[in-house]
T-cell receptor, first 113, second 115 residues
């Protein structure tokens, strides 16, 4: 079953709010990813977790804080976001080995007011 | 540095026509992976195919086929007898060979199949 789930599907938040995005997979994958996608653009990598450790951080602002509580879960904590952070946030997972295919969740559409 | 170019921003065809989506990539790595993903209006990225750099065999899956040519750094995707359900944005992507790596995406091609 190649399924990655993400909650919530939609999120509207103010610039002073704190919220979290959640991602879950049960495929036994040990690598998990957060991507950000603006309208009419390709996804851009934000973070990679490998064996529950942060392995890649693409110089993302600190108002985005990732967390990997266990091998199946990946969270993205949001605080003091800006309107320009409005986007589709996609989670993916893969086997950690070379060339592991990344399987994506349906995404969370975030709007920052 | 790695780069993927999808020169066709938008393509519109009538149902049942064949359509080819172009993908050209740049990398200094000798081993790497290439991918195609489909993104329908719902937003989810759907994996279509993965090809590693040392396997230049073309692949066919139903109405879909892929032509990988290392000599021209191209990995083109053809849909035969297109259908309205094929309408989506298609992304070509490249990743390094080792471990969990980021996908470098092309800009995407928006394909519209008209009835």
């Amino acid at each position: 079953d190649t399924e990655v789930t993400q909650t919530p599907k939609h999120l509207v938040m103010g610039m002073t709010n704190k919220k979290s995005l959640k991602c879950e997979q049960h495929m036994g994958h040990r690598a998990m990813y957060w991507y950000k996608q603006k309208a009419k653009k390709p996804p851009e990598l934000m973070f990679v977790y490998s064996y529950e450790k942060l392995s890649i951080n693409e110089s993302v602002p600190s108002r985005f804080s990732p967390e990997c509580p266990n091998s199946s879960l990946l969270n993205l904590h949001l605080h003091a976001l800006q309107p320009e952070d409005s986007a589709l946030y996609l989670c993916a997972s893969s086997f950690e080995g070379s060339g592991g295919t990344q399987y994506f969740g349906p995404g969370t559409r975030l709007t920052v007011l | 540095a790695q780069k993927v170019t999808q020169a066709q921003t938008e393509i519109s065809v009538v149902e049942k026509e064949d359509v080819t989506l172009d993908c050209v990539y740049e990398t200094r790595d000798t081993t790497y992976y290439l991918f195609w993903y489909k993104q329908p209006p719902s937003g989810e990225l759907v994996f279509l195919i993965r090809r590693n750099s040392f396997d230049e065999q073309n692949e066919i899956s139903g109405r879909y086929s892929w032509n990988f040519q290392k000599s021209t750094s191209s990995f083109n995707f053809t849909i035969t007898a297109s259908q309205v359900v094929d309408s989506a944005v298609y992304f070509c992507a490249l990743s390094r060979f080792q471990g969990a790596q980021k996908l470098v995406f092309g800009q995407g091609t928006r394909l519209t199949i008209n009835p």
